[in-house]
Nanobody, 123 residues
Framework: QVQLVESGGGLVQAGGSLRLSCAAS????????IGWFRQAPGKEREFVAA???????YIADSVKGRFTISRDNAQNTVYLQMNSLKPEDTAVYYC?????????????????WGQGTQVTVSS
């Protein structure tokens, strides 16, 4: 089992940057695939980015070229670097983890979730 804690959210102007962190407990962090999802008010949770155990990355089309995902297994942390932020990026951002080789893009494919961190982008 793994516990996840997100941090790094906040209020930023359009065009600005934020780096979100997802810190995980446990000594087997390197075995988990990690995903970032976001949920805006009144909308479904949507895929943002994911990283595999072997460091392959997957990025949603809506953020491609602006967001990058990386992991530091020594620190048990996954990062989401968000640049050129837009008001439509405003949401609660969640990180999620799973040990299985499932689908990276669907929330149901992840067993463990953090509590989320709010990102607000002002115009």
């Amino acid at each position: 089992q793994v516990q996840l804690v997100e941090s790094g959210g906040g209020l930023v102007q359009a065009g600005g940057s934020l780096r979100l962190s997802c810190a995980a407990s446990g000594r087997t962090f390197r075995n988990y695939r990690i995903g970032w999802f976001r949920q805006a008010p009144g909308k479904e949770r949507e895929f943002v980015a994911a990283i595999s155990r072997s460091y392959n990355t997957y990025i949603a089309d809506s953020v491609k070229g602006r967001f990058t995902i990386s992991r530091d297994n020594a620190q048990n942390t996954v990062y989401l670097q968000m640049n050129s932020l837009k008001p439509e990026d405003t949401a609660v951002y969640y990180c999620a983890a799973d040990l299985t080789s499932g689908n990276y893009y669907y929330p149901d494919a992840y067993a463990y979730w953090g509590q989320g961190t709010q990102v607000t982008v002002s115009s």
